[in-house]
Structure formats: C-alpha cells, structure tokens
C-alpha cells in the first residue's frame, strides 16, 4: 500500500473513533447525563424492582403500571411544553381537579357528557389563561403566580364540591377508562397518541422552534 493511501486510512480510523467515543468517556461526560439520566434511571429501577420482586415484571403488573401512568404522562406533556420556555406551572394538579369538579357538577345535572367535556377544558384553559396574563402583563414570577393559582383555584374546587365526591355515571367515560385495545387500556393509546403529537409540535414544527428559542433566551 502506497504512503497516501495509508495516510488516508489513519485519518479515517482516526475520524472513527472521534466519532465514536468509548463507553468510559461517554460516562464521564456531562451531557451524556444530562440527556439520558432519567432514563437509565428508570431502566434502574425496573432492574431492582424486578430482582426484589419477580412480579412486578409479569406482564398484567406492566399494563397496570401504564394505565396508572397515562394520566401522569398526559399531564406532563403540558408541563414540557412549559419548562420548554424556561418556566414552570405549580397549578397543573389544581387546574385538573377544578376541571374533574366541573365535568362532574355539568354531567350530574343532565347536561350531557359533551357539553361536560367542553365547559371543563374550557375551564382548566381559563386557568392556564389567567396564569399567562398575570406572569405576561403583570411581570411576575412564574413561581408566584402559578403557586397563588394552586391555592386559589384549590379553593374553588373545594367550595364547587362542598368537599365531597362527585359520581360519574357516564358509560363513555366508563368504557374509555376501562377498555382495552390489543395490549394495552384506551387511556394509555391516549397518552401514546398525546407523546407523538407532541413531540412532531416540539421539534418539527415553526412553533416548537420558536418555543425552545424562547426559553433559550428569555430576556429578548
């Protein structure tokens, strides 16, 4: 083999292994952690909850643990999309139980479910509305104003309910809570669909870019 021909052949195996970094220095490196730290976390978790516990592995105990967390994940989505522009939603959890609340009073009065279903989003909306105006126009932390919403709109749910449960009897609400297709209930296709939609706003569409911009640099 010639001289140049060697050269080239050394740059490339050199240019491969700048591309791919060993294990070691993948470990070591911050942004590694950064990015997947949540991840092996969780990969953790399920490695000791499976020694401790064969069960938990077994496949009706997974599709428990989904169904639990699609609700969480369906939530979360929003709260991305929030972090995304360097802020932060205390009032999430209370906005979503004054929507329950809501839902609930409209069904039991014999409104229908659709017309429940509408005056709780809009409802919920309406918090996440006052939350923007006031940090916006008011020029307050995201933090005070969102804690200041959780304790008021708590408030107003409790004073709504009377404190006390309120019963459901909706069969489309029923069968979307406990139906099932293929492996897994409805409510975690939901929060299947809810992650892709999501992801395909955040990261290939104009407003995602404009989103993740605004949080990068919030003062402009």
């Not at 969780?42 to 064969?54: E, K, M, R, S």
């Not at 967390?69 to 932060?88: D, E, N």
């Not at 979307?176 to 929060?191: I, T």
Request: net charge negative; hydrophobic share 60%; proline share 4%.
């Amino acid at each position: 083999m010639s001289a140049p021909a060697e050269n080239a052949s050394s740059r490339e195996a050199g240019a491969a292994e700048e591309s791919s970094p060993s294990l070691a220095a993948l470990l070591l490196d911050p942004s590694f952690w950064a990015d997947w730290a949540s991840v092996v976390g969780l990969i953790g978790l399920v490695i000791v909850f499976g020694i401790a516990q064969p069960v938990f592995l077994s496949v009706a105990n997974l599709q428990a643990l989904l169904l639990a967390a699609a609700i969480l994940v369906v939530l979360s989505i929003g709260q991305t999309f929030v972090v995304a522009t360097a802020g932060i939603d205390l009032s999430l959890a209370a906005a979503v139980m004054l929507g329950a609340i809501i839902l609930g009073l409209v069904d039991a009065a014999g409104y229908g479910i659709f017309l429940a279903c509408v005056l709780a989003l809009a409802a919920t909306s309406a918090v996440g509305f006052l939350n923007g105006v006031l940090i916006t126009a008011g020029r307050i932390p995201d933090f005070v104003v969102t804690l200041g919403t959780l304790s008021g709109v708590t408030g107003l749910g409790l004073i709504l309910s009377g404190g006390e449960p309120i019963m459901v009897g909706s069969t489309f609400l029923l069968r979307l809570a406990s139906g099932s297709f293929g492996p897994f209930g409805y409510p975690v296709w939901v929060a299947i669909s809810a992650v892709l939609v999501a992801h395909i706003a955040l990261y290939h569409t104009r407003f995602g870019v404009h989103l993740l911009a605004t949080g990068g640099q919030v003062e402009s």
